[in-house]
């Protein structure tokens, strides 16, 4: 297996402050001892060994470092320059020194470039790996919080089954509690594990999940069918767990009064999107007897459904169905959604769309 190669100005950056700045000052060292040394090099291949170290400097140890280099490698140019007069003096021309004075500037310019972007990325860098070690921080605590919120939630549903069987007046009543309290953990559980990043919830999943949940309860208990067809849409939390509350009070309900006396049926949920509304229907093809106006079943639930319908600003219809048994249709308002919310939701729905005309080939090969 061959291995990843690694520049070495990337691996010098990684070393420890002091061994670069040693490094910077070795390199310095090193090109002034070369321009010492006569007849070794021209005036102008020294004029660019200086730079390079200037540069060196700057990039691997600061602006300092850069600023030091550039001093330095200015005298040397200067001492190089000067000429021995006859009298034993020294002299020094207006060129050599009007060329000095300009490699002078153009090296702190170089030093000062160089370094800035070179500081302005390390302090993004730093921010960017405390950022990171806040938002693991947060994710921590957030796993903690719902970890000890589900914990919590199955401690009062035991508590509520205890008291039912402690209290047989009230044991109807504590049940149909911890059996909603017991929804409350599961959709909990559910949205931790499905939620997107950036806290945002694939409706199709979280149904399709839901659903798969109330199905498994139902398993060689009750001969009904409980099938789900569901869009894909982005949904905050918040939003996707009202809509699961909806679904488990409308499919408890069709269970309890459209099927008596062990009678076989289908109860259908569908979630899809018309035009600025999102639109659930949970339908069933049992008896039938549904209220014109309101959710079948108890008070509390009725209460229930239309407190969650006006949480998400719509409005709960049940009617009879075209084919005998009762449909539910709750529809609310599609939320603003911002521009990655969007591309989000955009991709899901094509994807869905993809998959409608498979699902399609494959019941008609199951009718077959």
Known sequence: MSRKRVPVFALIQTLPTPLRVALAAGLTLVALVAGLLPGTLSTSQLQLLLLATVLFGAWTAGVAAGLVG???????????????????????????????????????????????????VTQLLERGRQAEAVARRRELLLAEMSHRTSNDLALLVTMLQMQAAADPEAAEALGVAADRVSVFGQIHRRLSRDAEPGARVDSRLFLEGLVADLRAGLDGVRPVLLTVTAEAHVLLPARAGDIGLVVNELVTNALKHAFPNGREGVVRVTFRREEDAFVLVVSDNGVGSAPEGAARGGGIGRQILQALAVQLGGRLDVVSGEVGGTQCRLGFPVPHLGETEAAMDATAMGKTMEQQPQASRSRRRHRR
């Open 70 to 120: 550039a001093t330095l490698g200015f005298g040397l140019m200067l001492w190089r320059a000067v000429d021995t007069t006859a009298g034993g003096g020294w002299a020094l021309s207006f060129e050599a020194a009007v060329d000095g004075f300009f490699w002078f500037a153009l090296a702190k310019l170089t030093a000062a470039l160089v370094s800035t972007p070179q500081g302005l």
